[in-house]
């Protein structure tokens, strides 16, 4: 068990839908990362918050946002949600302090999302 | 963050040693060299980083060259539960691009 805890843990929804996907990060870690993981492909990295600012941006569509509130949970908004969008979607933390070294991420279970 | 690049897959009989590669020419000074393995379609799990120096911890050992232009994950006696898809990341600050990793599987 990571710490990182993900809800919900299976989606299941159709073309056009909205969805949210929630991330609870390890006690004490500020920065939360989300990654996409399409069938049979790598970790598509989307998008880092630390400590409630944007950080870093990848390859996330318009069609999705992200933010990270003052208890430092984090969500991940879906919207006008396409067949391709079907996906296992990871949220990771990490310590992340001033000064620190980048350290290791530590992955929550995923929430599979599957778009009818 | 440079890239990197990994044999797409590779066999390893149980108890021996398994040695996975990682090339990453495009390293910076200050870029870290990081592993991470993927058990099915379970989150990441962190294994083992270095800048310079080997490493080892209770996992694994890594093993990067003086020129840091690659490096290599050693699991030392490897069991069956090590069958996974490992991942080699360099980071220092911003995108962690994960590539396709290695898929490694541990035969009996």
């Known amino acids: 068990d990571s710490g990182v805890t993900q809800t919900p843990k299976h989606l299941i929804t159709a073309t056009g839908q909205r969805v949210t996907l929630r991330c609870s990060p390890r006690s004490g870690d500020l920065s939360v990362y989300w990654y996409q993981q399409s069938l049979d492909q790598g970790l598509q990295f989307l998008i880092q918050?630390?400590?409630?600012?944007?950080?870093a941006k990848g390859n996330i569509l318009e069609r999705f946002s992200a933010q990270q509130f003052p208890d430092l949970h984090s969500e991940l908004n879906l919207s006008s949600l396409e067949l391709g969008d079907s996906a296992l979607y990871f949220c990771a933390s990490s310590v992340d302090y001033p000064g620190l070294v980048r350290d290791e991420q530590f992955f929550g279970p995923g929430t599979r999302l599957t778009v009818l | 963050d440079a890239k990197t690049t990994q044999p797409p897959s590779m066999d390893c009989a149980e108890g021996r040693a398994a040695n996975l590669p990682c090339n990453h020419s495009t390293i910076s000074g200050n870029e870290y060299v990081y592993w991470y393995r993927q058990i099915h379609s379970q989150g990441p799990q962190y294994i083992i980083h270095g800048l310079k120096n080997n490493e080892t911890n209770e996992m694994a050992s890594l093993i990067i060259t003086e020129d840091r232009k690659s490096s290599t994950l050693i699991l030392p006696h490897a069991t069956l539960r090590d069958t996974a898809v490992y991942y080699c990341?360099?980071?220092?600050?911003?995108?962690?691009?994960f590539g396709d990793g290695t898929t490694l599987t541990v035969k009996p």
């Open positions: 990341i360099v980071l220092n600050a911003g995108k962690s691009t």
């Open positions: 918050y630390y400590n409630g600012e944007e950080r």
